[in-house]
C-alpha cells in the first residue's frame, strides 16, 4: 500500500559523503522531515541549515524514522555502523544503497531479518548532482510491497528513474555490476579510439560526437541481440564472427602500426577467436555470451 502522505513522510539518511549528502538534500527539498548522522558529524553542517536534523547517535537516527536509508562506502561499513544499535532496527524500513555484491545484498537482508527489519536493497546508478533530478537511476530490490509503501518517498531522489527490479534482494547489486561493465566497456572503446586517432592530430571533442553517434547506433544491436541471446540462436543478420574477427585484426594492427596499445583488441579478437573455434564463425557477434557464460577455464 502506498504512503497516502508520502510528502510529510520522515526519513533517516545514514552516512553523509558525496552521495548520502545529495540524497539526504533531496529529501530535505521535497519537504520530507529529514534526521541525518555520519559518523564525521561536520559533514551535516549545510544539511542542517538547510532543514535537517542531525541525531546525536546511530541508534537515535534509525529510532526517528520508519524508513531508514544508509549510503556509506561498502557493507562493511553498513554493518560496523548498525551492527551496535541493531535492535533499534526492529519495525523499521532499512534501504542500504551502499555499493556490494549480491551476495552481500543477500546476507544484509538475513540480518535484517533477523533483527524484524523489513530490507531493500538499492543501487545508484548515477553521480550526487543528478539525485533528485530526472536523469537519476536508482534500482531497488527485495519485497515488492515494501518497496511499494515506500515508493513515493524514495521517488523524491529522482521519479523517473526510481525502478523496482525483484524480490530477490541480491538483484540491484547484480545489475549495478551488469551496468557498470556495460560503462568501462564504452568509455574504454571511446578512450583507445580518441588515442588511435590523436596520433593523427584529432582532437578527442573532434571525435566525441561521431563515438556518441555511434554509441547509439549500438544500442540498436543490443536491441537485436537480446532476443538471440535469450533464444540461444545467433543468426547472423549483419555480420558474422568472421567478419568481426577480421575488424578486429584490422584495429589491432593499426594501433601496433601508430605505436599505440593493441592491448583492447587483442583482447576482444580473443574472444571472436574462442568463439569461431568452438564452431560459431558464421553467427553472429551475440554468440559471444556463451564464451563468457563458461568462465575463462573452458
Ligand atoms: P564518500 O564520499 O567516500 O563517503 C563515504 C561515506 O561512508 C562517509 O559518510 C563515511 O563517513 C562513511 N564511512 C566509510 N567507512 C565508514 C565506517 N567504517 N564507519 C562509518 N562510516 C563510514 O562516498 P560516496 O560517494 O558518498 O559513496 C557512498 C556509497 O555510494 C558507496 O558505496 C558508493 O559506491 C555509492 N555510490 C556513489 C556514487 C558517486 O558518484 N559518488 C555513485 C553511485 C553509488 P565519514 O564522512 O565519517 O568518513
Not at 281 to 295: C, I, K, P, Q, T
Request: with cysteine.
Amino acid at each position: 500500500m502506498s504512503n497516502p502522505n508520502a510528502a510529510q513522510a520522515p526519513v533517516t539518511v545514514i552516512g553523509l559523503g558525496l552521495m548520502g549528502q545529495a540524497l539526504a538534500a533531496a529529501f530535505v527539498k521535497q519537504g520530507h522531515p529529514t534526521t541525518v548522522w555520519n559518523r564525521t558529524s561536520a559533514k551535516a553542517e549545510q544539511l542542517v541549515a538547510d532543514g535537517a536534523v542531525l541525531a546525536e547517535s546511530a541508534e537515535s537516527a534509525v529510532a526517528a524514522s520508519p524508513l531508514v536509508i544508509i549510503c556509506v562506502s561498502d557493507y562493511d561499513a553498513v554493518h560496523g555502523v548498525l551492527d551496535p544499535h541493531a535492535g533499534a532496527l526492529a519495525g523499521k524500513v532499512l534501504v542500504n544503497l551502499s555499493t556490494g555484491t549480491s551476495a552481500q545484498a543477500r546476507e544484509t537482508a538475513e540480518w535484517a531479518a533477523q533483527r524484524d527489519a523489513r530490507y531493500l536493497d538499492g543501487a545508484i546508478m548515477a553521480i550526487p548532482p543528478v539525485i533528485g533530478t530526472d536523469g537519476a537511476v536508482l534500482l531497488y530490490s527485495g519485497p515488492k510491497d515494501t518497496f511499494e509503501e515506500h515508493a513515493a518517498t524514495l521517488g523524491a531522489l529522482g521519479a523517473a528513474g526510481t525502478t523496482y527490479l525483484d524480490a530477490d534482494h541480491g538483484l540491484s547489486a547484480l545489475h549495478d555490476m551488469a551496468l557498470l561493465g556495460l560503462m568501462w566497456g564504452i568509455l574504454n572503446g571511446f578512450l583507445h579510439g580518441t588515442a588511435l586517432l590523436g596520433t593523427a592530430g584529432v582532437k578527442a571533442t573532434t571525435f566525441a560526437p561521431l563515438a556518441n553517434q555511434m554509441i547509439k547506433e549500438v544500442t540498436e544491436y543490443v536491441t537485436a541481440y537480446a532476443p538471440q541471446v535469450d533464444e540461444g540462436k545467433y543468426t547472423a543478420t549483419d555480420a558474422t564472427l568472421t567478419v568481426h574477427q577480421d575488424a578486429l585484426e584490422h584495429l589491432a594492427h593499426e594501433s601496433e602500426a601508430v605505436g599505440i596499445s593493441a592491448e583492447l583488441p587483442r583482447f576482444f579478437k580473443q574472444l571472436v577467436d574462442r568463439a569461431a573455434a568452438e564452431g560459431r564463425a558464421d553467427e553472429s557477434y551475440a554468440a559471444l555470451v556463451e564464451v563468457f557464460r563458461r568462465g575463462a577455464s573452458a
